[in-house]
């Protein structure tokens, strides 16, 4: 199939695992951070979402954390599953309301 | 529902040849959204429309690049003429409205090669 992204830093877990991937952001100035995930061939999926009112939100398996101070995002997935093999993005909406993206990572899952 | 559509799903032209893209937004969904996604790298936005009105194309190269949403509906991308560069995956988004209160959907991408 297609690949999303072929020199894309790299986390590589064994089934069952849990997975943790970070972002950094510039904007301070953001307050809606959202990860996605892409699958090869398919556009970007959203995950979960936090606002910049708080420093963790939780989702099925998935956890996101915010950390204004350092403009630090982190998504964790738990008991990663084959199925979760993809390339996560994190995006920010900034203050014209536009989304952008950040540096994908991509997600290898090993039985 | 269908999702967001797009068409084609793949094109290989060569360089300086015309080339468009089309999308179908969710129903409904009045903010349509035009990306293109280089390898290894995260989408980028180039247009931005609110019903038929283009309210964000600072990052659309006008030279070669056009785009229109004649009815608010469905929105065509099309590049003249294309060069080596534009080898990308175009995306098409759509949302309820702009911002953080509405989410966006995307499609499935047009992958352009040119050759």
């Known amino acids: 199939g297609e690949s999303v992204g072929l020199h894309l830093p790299t986390l590589s877990v064994q089934e069952g695992d849990n997975s943790i991937i970070n972002c950094a952001y510039s904007n301070s100035a953001s307050d809606y951070f959202i990860w996605y995930k892409q699958e090869s061939g398919k556009g970007p999926q959203f995950i979960i979402d936090?606002?910049?009112?708080?420093d963790k939100r939780q989702g099925q398996r998935v956890t996101v954390l915010l950390n204004k101070t350092v403009k630090h995002l982190s998504l964790q997935i738990a008991a990663t599953q084959p199925g979760d093999s993809a390339v996560y993005f994190c995006a920010e909406i900034d203050n014209t309301d536009k989304l952008i993206f950040g540096t994908g990572t991509r997600l290898q899952v090993f039985p | 529902e269908a999702g967001v559509v797009q068409s084609p799903r793949y094109k290989i032209i060569e360089k300086k040849q015309p080339v468009a893209f089309w999308c179908n937004p969710i129903?409904?969904?009045?903010?349509l959204y035009w990306y293109r996604q280089n390898l290894g790298q995260g989408p980028e936005l180039l247009i931005r429309?609110?019903?038929?009105?283009?309210?964000?194309d600072s990052q659309l190269p006008k030279d070669r690049f056009s785009a229109e949403r004649l009815k608010g509906v469905d929105s065509t991308l099309k590049i003249q003429p294309a060069e080596l560069g534009d080898s990308a995956v175009y995306l098409c988004?759509?949302?309820?409205?702009?911002?953080?209160?509405?989410?966006?959907?995307f499609g499935s991408g047009t992958r352009l090669t040119v050759v």
């Open positions: 129903s409904g969904h009045n903010t």
């Open positions: 936090i606002r910049s009112n708080m």
């Open positions: 429309y609110e019903n038929e009105e283009a309210v964000d």
């Open positions: 988004a759509s949302s309820l409205g702009r911002g953080s209160n509405y989410g966006y959907t």
